[in-house]
């Protein structure tokens, strides 16, 4: 038996070819640009960073490097402190070593003839000098020649007294006197300026 249908048909509605195609294909352009925008600012970001932290690293090294030589810097200066402590000491024990020889030999060549020193007694700068002289212009003489000395200042007779030794009438003195023992030094250093 045959059927028939007699029933509108409906109309099947064909859909209008749309641009649903192109809209996809320019959707999924539009992501990957985006994506491949990101991507390189990412890299360019990761290569400045990579960089940076290259510099960072190159930095805290040359600052290690240069507390190494920070510290050794430090060291020689206290080395070189101690060693002008050391060169300050030696030289003032030269001065005071060499002083009392160059006194000694100033005194030396200013006794005149006809006296005599018995006793030389210095504490720290002052002097005491006591000796027998034939007369008082033989003392006289003596002093002035201590008084020229660089290294007799402030030269002041104490006392004289004649006595008797041998039956002879010579004369007992004693002087002070300030001392000064750097003056070969200074005048050392005057020399060389």
């Known amino acids: 038996m045959v059927k028939i249908n007699l029933l509108p048909k409906q109309q099947i509605r064909k859909k209008p070819k749309s641009s649903t195609n192109g809209e996809l294909w320019i959707g999924l352009f539009t992501i990957i640009a985006v994506l491949a925008v990101i991507f390189l ?3 360019n970001q990761a290569g400045k960073l990579k960089g940076t932290q290259a ?6 090294q040359k600052i290690l490097d240069l507390k190494d030589v920070e510290d050794k810097v430090a060291d020689f200066k206290k080395k070189n402190e101690e060693l002008e402590k050391r060169i300050q000491v030696i030289a003032e024990l030269e001065q ?3 002083g009392p020889l160059f ?3 100033s005194l030396s060549s ?3 003839e006809r006296a005599w020193i018995n006793e030389f007694d210095s504490k720290g700068q002052k002097a005491t000098i006591k000796g027998i002289a034939w007369n008082e212009f033989t003392v006289a003489d003596f002093l002035e020649s201590l008084e020229l000395s660089d290294y007799f200042q ?3 007779i104490k006392s ?3 006595e008797e030794y041998n039956n002879l009438a010579l004369r007992d003195f004693e002087i002070t006197s300030d001392l000064n023992f750097l003056t070969k030094v200074e005048k050392k250093e005057d020399e060389k300026k």
């Open 154 to 156: 402030n030269v002041q």
């Open 103 to 105: 006194v000694l030999d």
């Open 96 to 98: 005071k070593r060499s």
């Open 160 to 162: 004289i007294q004649k």
């Open 55 to 60: 510099k960072i690293a190159t930095t805290e």
């Open 41 to 43: 600012t990412h890299s």
């Open 110 to 112: 200013a006794i005149p």
